[in-house]
């Protein structure tokens, strides 16, 4: 029997946190507030730090399930951890309930301009902020992987969105880590959006938003996705180590923005990734029309049902 265990999921849905930490023979685990819990290795690492954070969206349970196994392994098998970690259940109260979210979509609030609100995921978000400055003042170099994961399909299943914030840094660090996760495809966003990716690369951190792949139901099955815990196995250990995982990078050409007036999404079936023919109508407007340019171009985050002068797709080009 294990000396020490760990169930990150349940003690993070509870109000009460454990008063003492958790020892292991690799590092110590302490509860800094619910859901939010810090992982500080004994013997002192020059590894970049790590955050890991899952439920920004509380109906995405495959990633908060996979974060449990993960947490678990690590205490239950005494692993030596290399490198600190933070690891935040983002919007417990969405978890809890099943639902993308409580009141607003957190994943537009992290930034302090953006979560001023009373509402649940304001406070939430001001919360984590707090935990993530503190953890990078003592960790200024750094990695944070956002998971989720979609219900909609896509030709590249897993992919990962780098944070306007990280656009001119290198990258070399978090490519490696997008080869170990089996990354399809990764995509430069070069728009703000107050994600919570881009709050902690605006610490400095190389962050990204990671979606793990399409998921149809709130209890889909683990098997297809536990390839990703001896990765992050590898993550707290040590190191990344190559991989022959290829990973295709894409660039934002633009963003469609749903205008005034009457409007219109002319694609059906649409697919995150897919790769469109030249011509191909995308969208039309009263004064616009927004069609493909060049074959291979293709659209993320199609939705048409958005209100005026939100976006309604990015269409991007493999670099
Ligand atoms: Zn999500």
Redesign the pocket.
Known sequence: MPSATIDFLHTSLTEDIPATAIETPGALLTWEAPGILSVEPHEPSHLPAAIISVG??GD?TVPVRLVDHWLRGLVEKELRVQRPLLVLLANPGAVQAGTRFVEHNM?RLFSSSAALGEDAESRRARVLMKAVQWFVERHPDGLHFDL???IKPSDRERFALVPPACAERPLTNLMKWFQRFAVDAWVQNRSAAATFANFSAGLGYLSATLELGQVSAIDEPLDRFMPIIPELEGLAQGPSTPSGHQTQGYQVLREIIRPEGEFEVCLQDFVNFRPLTAGTVIARGETEEWTIEQTGDALLFLNAQVPVGHRVALVIRPN
């Open positions: 920004v969206h995405e994943n989720h994961s979609t």
